[in-house]
């Protein structure tokens, strides 16, 4: 059982800047690859950003592709999601989620690959 719980989640104008944190607990957090997702407001859950166990692979949605960078720090359990250049669609609940037993290359797009979720953390921008 890995227990995951963001933090880092605020209110912040367009434009500026976030880092968002996962802290892993349980189970083996290297073996796991990370995800991170965001749900706005009566929309579904889509990906945003991951990273794979190795840490040799990331992989970002279209959207967020140069604004936004995943990375992993092994030796704290912990991921995190530098998020700059900010923009009121970026608004939503962000969860970070952790692929148990992923090959060490794999970076999922799916929610259904992953095994564990934390209970997620707001980031509203404003115009």
């Known amino acids: 059982q890995v227990q995951l719980a963001e933090s880092g989640g605020g209110l912040v104008q367009a434009g500026g800047s976030l880092r968002l944190s996962c802290a892993a607990s349980?189970?083996?957090?290297?073996?796991?690859?990370m995800g991170w997702f965001r749900q706005a407001s009566g929309k579904d859950r889509d990906f945003v950003a991951g990273i794979s166990w190795s840490g040799g692979r990331t992989d970002y949605s279209a959207s967020v592709k140069g604004r936004f960078t995943v990375s992993r720090d092994n030796a704290q359990n912990t991921v995190y999601l530098e998020m700059s250049n900010l923009k009121p669609e970026d608004t939503g609940v962000y969860y970070c989620?952790?692929?148990?037993?992923?090959?060490?290359?794999?970076?999922?797009?799916?929610?259904?690959?992953?095994?564990?979720w934390g209970q997620g953390t707001q980031v509203t921008v404003s115009s």
């Open positions: 989620a952790a692929d148990q037993g992923a090959y060490p290359l794999r970076v999922a797009r799916v929610q259904s690959e992953y095994d564990y």
């Open positions: 349980g189970g083996t957090f290297s073996w796991c690859a």
